[in-house]
């Protein structure tokens, strides 16, 4: 799986948690999960959880805990899933 | 050691907040084996999960401020707290975040929300919390330029407008909340003036569905 698909995946993934809709329309890497799309922490161990059935990996909480924006969530899904 | 507060609010009747104590995966990612049993134990349900949720939220805002880099991993942490069961209006335990970081949690709760408050380190001579409904008209606060970079959402105007509510009450004026942003990372809330962070005044803002809660502390004279 290349990085545009992971990317498509994981917005695709996020877009049901996100609070803040309107911020979906510019979404990018740089978009911050948690700042910009209103995401709050439950929902994110939602989202976490998704990506771990979605992409059948397993995130540990450092590696959670070092997801912020849309493109460090794809980066570490990317080394996950090498 | 400097005093640090955290704060969390639960709307109970959220539909996002709804069947969180069935949902065994996402429990087993959160608590640690010891609150599974506990919440099961007690058949808590919801508000049980509230509990235990909202305690750990508060005490990681309290004891970030303390130690910036401390990772979000819930499950490591051990809230004690007796009962799980509603009925209590008030109630006290704690957060063990490490071995050397113990915070002290209460909470609050009413009909459709539970708001916990963390405290890090002495305690402070005076703290001031409220909960409010989301209003439907935007807050009469005024805010600063400074103060809006740090928003956009509604929510957050209304809860930093309750917090200068509470900050008036304690006799501090003409202050602004501001949250800055440090290598793409949203620093906690701060109080300032002129942009200059209040000493000895801290403070936590949050929001969940319909409520708004914030919480100030007032560290005692001697403390730094």
């Given amino acids: 799986m290349n990085e545009a698909e992971i990317t498509e995946k994981v917005i695709a993934l996020i877009t049901p948690y996100v609070k803040n809709r309107d911020a979906l329309v510019g979404i990018s890497k740089d978009t911050s999960i948690l700042g910009d799309l209103g995401v709050n922490s439950a929902r994110l161990v939602d989202i976490v959880l998704a990506f771990e059935d979605a992409f059948n990996i397993e995130v540990s909480d450092d590696a959670a805990d070092s997801i912020t924006t849309v493109g460090d969530a794809v980066a570490l899904i990317g080394k996950l899933v090498a | ?224």
């Fill in chain 2, 1 to 224: 050691m400097k005093s640090f507060v955290g704060n969390d609010l639960i709307d109970l009747d959220a539909a996002h907040n709804r069947g969180r104590s069935q949902q065994p995966r996402f429990l087993q990612k959160i608590f640690s084996v010891a609150e599974c049993a506990q919440l099961a134990d007690q058949n808590a349900g919801d508000f049980g999960f509230a509990l235990l949720w909202s305690a750990k939220e508060a005490a990681y805002k309290a004891a970030k401020k303390a130690q910036p880099h401390l990772v979000f991993a819930p499950r490591r942490w051990s809230v004690s707290i007796e009962s799980l069961l509603p009925g209590l209006a008030d109630r006290h335990g704690r957060v063990q975040i490490d071995e050397q970081t113990q915070v002290a949690v209460q909470w609050q709760s009413a009909a459709h929300w539970l708001h916990c408050i963390a405290l890090l380190g002495t305690p402070s001579a005076r703290i001031e919390h409220a909960v409010a409904a989301l209003p439907t008209t935007p807050p009469a606060a005024n805010f600063s330029a400074r103060e809006r970079a740090g928003f956009s959402r509604p929510e957050s105007a209304a809860v930093r407008s309750l917090a200068k509510q509470l900050l008036q009450r304690c006799g501090i004026d003409e202050v602004e909340i501001l949250r800055d942003s440090e290598a793409g990372l949203r620093l906690p809330p701060r109080a300032a003036v002129n942009g200059v962070a209040l000493a000895g005044v801290d403070l936590s803002l949050s929001h969940d569905g319909a409520y708004v809660a914030a919480v100030i502390a007032i560290a005692a004279r001697d403390q730094p």
